[in-house]
């Protein structure tokens, strides 16, 4: 069921909500902010291919496939390979380099769309272009968008399911629709609400949140800050062959 309609801009969480918004044909924007996303945007604003690849798939079988490189976990980067799921690994890649991106989040949610008009990657380093590009094809095809906070997962289940709550994916995503000038659901103008609210204080509440302490811990420090730096490219990563490649603006059709 549409709960969303008539609603042109639209929000909505993890696979569940992927799936949804794929049955009713929106176009669809991942939001997995200290993950893929934040990556991805990364990757494909220095030149690379991002290939997405769910848990349950062999990445290094379609790094083969596509003549590509496996990224690795943070931790095994750069021992077991160069990239991983944190962007610093990605910002003196050769153009043209083909990556398999694996993540339980951003990646499967990617893998689980199917064939919707437009799957676009977007995050807070690339609000703003995210914002003009879904604009750019509302305004010339009677197309919705659905923003999908990618969430996270807990290891051991709860009585309510895997899916974790996210607020960065939240942010993320209030932040792009803070972008769209078209009529929004009760659930993306509360989302949007949420951002514009922190808005002056993003780095914070990425440093503080659970999903960014728990990246600190780890020591990714610098990703956790290189994921708060607001509108920091132009770049939007848009799926196309398999592969994530800059979104043309020149090429939307009517």
């Known amino acids: 069921m549409d709960d969303q309609h008539p609603f042109r801009c639209r929000f909505d969480w993890g696979r569940h909500g992927v799936r949804q918004a794929a049955q009713r044909g929106d176009i669809l924007v991942i939001v997995d902010t200290l993950r893929f996303s934040t990556t991805t945007i990364t990757a494909v604003h220095h030149g690379g291919f991002i290939y997405p690849c769910s848990t349950e798939e062999d990445a290094v079988a379609l790094a083969r496939q596509v003549g590509g490189e496996a990224a690795v976990s943070r931790l095994d980067a750069p021992q077991r390979g160069r990239f991983s799921l944190s962007p610093a690994t990605y910002l003196h890649l050769e153009p043209g380099t083909r990556i398999v991106l694996a993540s339980p989040n951003g990646a499967t949610c990617s893998r689980y769309a199917g064939q919707v008009p437009y799957l676009i990657v977007g995050a807070f380093i690339n609000a703003q272009a995210v914002g003009a590009a879904v604009s750019s094809l509302l305004e010339r095809q009677p197309l919705s968008v659905t923003l999908i906070a990618c969430g996270e997962r807990w ?100």
């Not at 600190?216 to 990703?223: A, I, N, S, T, V």
């Not at 290189?226 to 799926?239: D, G, K, Q, S």
């Open 155 to 254: 290891r051991i289940p709860t009585e309510d399911g895997e899916l974790r709550f996210a607020l960065e994916d939240y942010l993320g995503a209030g932040a792009i629709l803070s972008y769209l000038p078209y009529e929004k659901s009760p659930e993306a103008r509360a989302c949007e609400g949420a951002f514009v609210q922190v808005r002056d204080d993003l780095h914070a509440m990425l440093w503080e949140c659970a999903g960014g302490r728990e990246l600190r811990e780890k020591g990714f420090d610098m990703d956790v800050q290189h994921a708060a730096r607001l509108n920091m490219y132009e770049t939007v990563p848009h799926l196309r062959d398999h592969h994530f490649a800059p979104f043309d603006f020149t090429n939307v059709t009517e």
